[in-house]
């Protein structure tokens, strides 16, 4: 992506400062991340084995949306509301049957688990930080979106170069690509089906139901 910049506008790798140019790139993915970062592209499971007297779990995924066993789909429930339940009357112990989080990547186990379990978490993961060091790394998003990225990165470097009128029609562009791409992806995630008590439901939106950005996050 600093390539395209470069070769776009004609310019040697002295001419614009590398850091400048991935400072430019992670500003575009943030601003896609804003948008997208609950979409399919994400979804995603990882899995736990319970310790006997410990209820808490560092997790991978950033959300989570349904957590089962060997028995079947465990119950979410409030965090506050499963103390009360588990842990007014002391520390109540057993096979997990409900879950609760609190904060960020932790998932709360109820009743503390009195033995080694293993259950399934699936939601949606923490995309991979980016950019890095190195130029070969791709940003953790559908490839369509890699293009509004590069929009981005030239609209800045136009801004940078006082070329104002060029970095505005750079900007609409970016926006319209925004738009359409996201609205493409909305329309695929409101397709999926649900899962509501361990059923898996279909989606109560209708399927061409268009949903259109005409701005996006400053």
């Keep these: 992506m600093r390539d395209y910049v470069l070769q776009h506008e004609d310019l040697e790798a002295e001419d614009l400062d590398v850091t400048l ?9 943030v601003r896609i991340h804003r948008l997208v970062a609950t979409y399919p592209f994400y979804e995603g499971e990882t899995s736990i084995t319970t310790t006997s007297g410990v209820s808490a779990y560092a997790t991978t995924m950033k959300r989570l949306d349904v957590v ?20 007014l009357n002391g520390v109540a112990t057993g096979k997990p049957v409900a879950w609760s989080t609190r904060g960020t990547q932790t998932i709360y186990l109820w009743p503390q688990p009195d033995a080694a379990y293993s259950f399934t978490l699936e939601g949606k993961r923490v995309p991979t930080t980016w950019p890095t060091s190195s ?14 990225i590069r929009s981005w990165m030239l609209h800045r470097a136009l801004l940078q170069q006082d070329d104002g009128e060029r970095a505005a029609a750079e900007l609409s ?3 319209s690509l925004m ?10 995630d409101i397709a999926q ?4 008590g361990g059923q898996r ?12 950005y005409d701005t996006i996050p400053s």
Aim: hydrophobic fraction near 40%; glycine fraction near 8%; proline fraction near 10%.
């Design 21 to 29: 140019l991935d400072a430019w790139a992670l500003e575009g993915y």
């Design 68 to 87: 089962y066993g060997d028995d079947g789909v465990l119950n979410k429930i409030g965090h506050a509301e499963a103390q009360k339940k588990w842990l």
């Design 135 to 148: 130029p070969s790394d791709e940003p953790d998003l559908p490839e369509d979106f890699h293009q509004i």
């Design 173 to 175: 562009h970016f926006q």
């Design 179 to 188: 738009g359409e791409l996201v609205t493409d992806e909305i329309r695929a």
């Design 193 to 196: 089906p649900l899962i509501i």
């Design 201 to 212: 439901r279909p989606a109560p939106w209708p399927a061409g139901m268009r949903l259109d």
